[in-house]
């Protein structure tokens, strides 16, 4: 079992940053693929960016150049780093981990971006 506690979210105005964390409980966090996802009111839970026990990164293409995703193993902890943020990035950014068959997602943290 593994829970994902998020924190970092809040107002920001368009063109600032953000740094998210997110913090796992339990064993084995380097064997995870972590990932940030995010859903907007009404709209589908997308993929932001994820990053294997490896460190291989993957992002979504336009999150791609603005945000970093990086992790700490020794930490137990998954950070996303946004720059140049945009109305349209308002959402709950959620953190997920998935290894296998288990699949365990974050409450979410609230980023809103706006003037």
């Known amino acids: 079992q593994v829970q994902l506690v998020e924190s970092g979210g809040g107002l920001v105005q368009p063109g600032g940053s953000l740094r998210l964390s997110c913090v796992a409980s339990?064993?084995?966090?380097?064997?995870?693929?972590m990932g940030w996802y995010r859903q907007a009111p009404g709209k589908q839970r997308e993929l932001v960016a994820t990053i294997t026990s490896g460190g291989t990164t993957n992002y979504a293409d336009s999150m791609e150049g603005r945000f970093t995703i990086s992790r700490d193993n020794a930490k137990n902890t998954l950070d996303l780093q946004m720059n140049s943020l945009k109305p349209e990035d308002t959402a709950v950014y959620l953190c997920?981990?998935?290894?296998?068959?288990?699949?365990?997602w974050g409450k979410g943290t609230l980023v809103t971006v706006s003037s």
């Open positions: 997920n981990a998935k290894r296998i068959i288990m699949n365990y």
């Open positions: 339990g064993s084995e966090f380097s064997l995870y693929t």
